[in-house]
Nanobody, 122 residues
Framework: QVQLVESGGGLVQAGGSLRLSCAASGRISSSYAMGWFRQAPGKERVFVAA????????NYADSVKGRFTISRDNAKNTVYLQMNSLKPEDTAVYYCAVNTAGMVWAQGYDYWGQGTQVTVSS
């Protein structure tokens, strides 16, 4: 089992920045990839970004390319999502997740955190 706890959400004005963190604990494998997803009110949860264990492979949704950066610190079992140039449409609950296959896909994640709210005001 893997436990994930997100933090760093909050209220920010459009154009601002936030950094989300996701701390993992439990049976962490060096093959696991990690990802971020988001779910806006009334919408389905969608893929945002993913990163391989080594950090050498990343994948981003088109809507966040050039604005968001995913990174990880394996010594701390933590993955980050740096979000810059935030827009009101980025408002959502953000979830981190683990892909035990080690792939930076947009699907196939096995463990999920509880989420952290990000609200961007216009």
């Amino acid at each position: 089992q893997v436990q994930l706890v997100e933090s760093g959400g909050g209220l920010v004005q459009a154009g601002g920045s936030l950094r989300l963190s996701c701390a993992a604990s439990g049976r962490i494998s060096s093959s696991y990839a990690m990802g971020w997803f988001r779910q806006a009110p009334g919408k389905e949860r969608v893929f945002v970004a993913a990163i391989s264990w080594s950090g050498g492979r990343t994948n981003y949704a088109d809507s966040v390319k050039g604005r968001f950066t995913i990174s990880r610190d394996n010594a701390k079992n933590t993955v980050y999502l740096q979000m810059n140039s935030l827009k009101p449409e980025d408002t959502a609950v953000y979830y981190c997740a683990v892909n035990t296959a080690g792939m930076v896909w947009a699907q196939g994640y096995d463990y999920w955190g509880q989420g952290t709210q990000v609200t961007v005001s216009s």
